[in-house]
């Protein structure tokens, strides 16, 4: 069921944005060398490596590392970037991951492949079992904020209440907080 409603709402989605997906993409492209799309290495189901790709936000000398972990971000923030990140438009490109199957649209963030820590962490728990979200319970509550032992108790929590209406709901959540701009600290 989870599976069909990702499919059924990738595809609706991916056709009501084609034209801002084309509008951002151009953009990305005029604004700063390099391609339009970023595509990272995440992990996904049962610890496996994906590429999952973002609108490129950041220069292509950007460290491979979170935004987080950077000296100073905005420093490596391309003339569209903070707008992309603040409205979150960055990440629609993921709908191809979720059409794919790599990702559905609720599920745990997929960890950067060397973020060692979280990966131990949802592992050790069992989250590793489930496909990776666009968005999560944990984005919900706090997202980039949330230090690591508190978003894989998220994740957890995730994993046992999951149901359709959950995702459901926290769609709902996501949709209000990007609306917001809510979490977005880059």
Known sequence: MKRLFDLCLATFAAILLAVPILVAAVLVKLTSPGPAFYWSDRIGRNNHVFRMPKFRSMRIDTPAVATHLLGNPDDYLTPVGSFLRKTSLDEVPQLWSILIGDMSFVGPRPALFNQDDLIALRTAQGVHELAPGLTGWAQVNGRDELPIPQKVAF?????????????????WLTFVK???????SH
């Open 155 to 171: 994740d957890v929590e995730y994993m046992q209440r999951k149901s359709l209406c959950f995702d459901l709901w926290i769609l």
């Open 178 to 184: 990007v609306l917001g701009r809510d979490g977005v």
